[in-house]
């Protein structure tokens, strides 16, 4: 009980520290913006981050989530959040025994061959550590961080701050549904009862996807803070970049489909396409690693996604016009149509073009900043717009997956592997598709 009111004590302190100092920043930057001063964003951005510097875990995860969406904060503050990122301290093996003790009883050793002390990956969470069943099979046990329920709720309400920060920074995003999206999907990565659902859930839409690999769950050896699930092996995808072209190809098909079948067949979104999420095996085929970031879309969603590719496709104002508006953006004129229209045509051109290409041919070699920087300055000059919930990690994801494909150098011809994905598209048969699949993994819908 001491080490509980020890470690709370140094939290409340830890936090009133941040939230002076942060609050002393958003002062500043106020000021900055009212008396019409030049406001320094890097030394601003520098500040945030020794203000946050003791907030790990859950800020290392919005760091991420925040990395690949265009425009959830300016570049400087996303440079210093990934700072934060550095590899997290691995819980001690005095931790570990105890935890696993709560998780699943005093006998816990006895239900393992063998158990390794040291983690095999720190996480933002919680981690990973390699052990081998009774039956001889490879394991790996994801073991969530102490106290990281009330450590995520803290860390949300300064991410209400850094975002308070960034609005008085620049008011062209109204960030209100990206926080209300990144508090669910955090607050849902803590329960490890429903990221093992998610793992059902993908192994059974992806099971007829010999290029994709999904763990099997251990249900007799998981918890709500332990997920025991198969070892899969495989090397990093930076790794990869050596393979020869026809090899880099096969990888990047594996990760669309990995990514891409489960949403258009069943409206489910893999949210986190980050580089450690995934390795690849010696035949070119993935191991998707990590599903706590996961978005049940509804049918009329995805209806709208496929809309707006058909818009870009067919250069058709009205069709784009509906899709927008169908996701959610409302009181759009025609400026902001044309503005965010830029994007549309910039993500989904690659997939209207009939031909074998890169992803990205502009040369910028980062996918997505030159143009998201020139939608931003189009969105500011016409006074803003408030993105869909929805819409956050769709773009992401989009921009993620693009930035691996560009990793890879991979050249596919990606109109034929969309067209193929969405050949046949029935809303109405994707949302009955999407209960029963749901009912069967045991996975609630997103809030």
């Known amino acids: 009980m001491a080490s509980e009111n020890n470690r709370m004590s140094r939290r409340v302190r830890r936090y009133a520290r941040v939230g002076t100092s942060v609050s002393g920043l958003a002062a500043r930057m106020a000021g900055q913006r009212y008396l019409g001063m030049p406001g320094d964003s890097s030394r601003n951005a520098a500040e945030l981050r020794r203000?946050?510097?003791?907030?790990?875990?859950?800020?290392?995860?919005?760091a991420q989530l925040l990395a690949t969406i265009p425009d959830g904060l300016?570049?400087?503050?996303?440079?210093?959040?990934?700072?934060?990122?550095?590899?997290?301290?691995?819980?001690?093996?005095?931790f570990v025994k105890r935890r696993m003790r709560t998780e699943l009883g005093a006998d816990w050793r006895s239900r393992f061959e063998m158990f390794e002390q040291d983690a095999a990956a720190a996480a933002s969470l919680g981690q990973v550590h390699r052990a081998r069943g009774a039956d001889g099979r490879t394991l790996a046990c994801k073991l969530q961080y102490p106290?990281?329920?009330?450590?995520?709720?803290?860390?949300?309400?300064?991410?209400?701050?850094?975002?308070?920060?960034?609005?008085?920074?620049?008011?062209?995003?109204?960030?209100r549904e990206i926080i209300r999206e990144l508090t669910a999907r955090l607050?849902?990565?803590?329960?490890?009862?429903?990221?093992?659902?998610?793992?059902?859930?993908?192994?059974?839409?992806?099971?007829?996807?010999?290029?994709?690999?999904?763990?099997?769950?251990?249900?007799?050896?998981?918890?709500?803070?332990?997920?025991?699930?198969?070892?899969?092996?495989?090397?990093?995808?930076?790794?990869?970049?050596?393979?020869?072209q026809e090899a880099r190809n096969r990888i990047a098909q594996n990760m669309f489909a990995a990514w891409y079948r489960p949403l258009y067949r069943h409206g489910v979104l893999h949210g986190d396409p980050h580089l450690g999420n995934y390795t690849i095996r010696s035949d070119g085929s993935v191991n998707l690693l990590d599903y706590g970031c996961v978005r049940i879309l509804p049918a009329a969603f995805i209806q709208g996604v496929i809309d707006l590719y058909r818009g870009v496709q067919r250069d058709d104002r009205a069709r784009l016009v509906h899709a927008f508006e169908s996701w959610g953006f409302e009181g759009l004129s025609s400026e902001m149509v044309d503005a965010l229209s830029i994007w549309a045509k910039y993500i989904y051109g690659p997939l209207t073009d009939d031909r074998t290409r890169l992803i990205d041919e502009s040369g910028g070699g980062k996918f997505g900043g030159a143009v998201a920087a020139k939608v931003h300055r189009e969105i500011r000059r016409l006074g803003g717009v408030t993105p869909p919930r929805e819409f956050v990690l769709l773009d992401r994801s989009a921009i993620g997956l693009g930035s691996v494909f560009l990793h890879l150098g991979a050249e596919l011809n990606?109109?034929?592997?969309?067209?193929?994905?969405?050949?046949?598209?029935?809303?109405?048969?994707?949302?009955?598709?999407?209960?029963?699949?749901?009912?069967r993994a045991g996975v609630p819908e997103a809030a």
């Open 51 to 62: 203000a946050l510097g003791g907030l790990k875990g859950p800020l290392m995860k919005v």
């Open 74 to 94: 300016p570049d400087e503050y996303i440079e210093e959040l990934r700072a934060l990122q550095s590899q997290a301290p691995a819980m001690g093996w005095a």
């Open 147 to 175: 106290d990281m329920a009330s450590t995520v709720e803290a860390d949300l309400r300064q991410l209400k701050l850094i975002f308070g920060i960034y609005k008085r920074y620049d008011p062209a995003i109204d960030t």
């Open 187 to 244: 607050r849902e990565e803590l329960d490890y009862r429903r990221e093992a659902g998610h793992i059902r859930l993908f192994g059974e839409m992806l099971e007829n996807e010999a290029g994709v690999h999904v763990p099997t769950v251990l249900p007799k050896l998981s918890t709500g803070r332990l997920l025991t699930m198969s070892w899969l092996d495989g090397e990093a995808l930076l790794e990869a970049k050596s393979r020869p």
């Open 414 to 439: 990606w109109h034929r592997a969309f067209e193929a994905l969405i050949e046949g598209f029935d809303s109405g048969a994707l949302a009955r598709r999407q209960v029963e699949i749901l009912q």
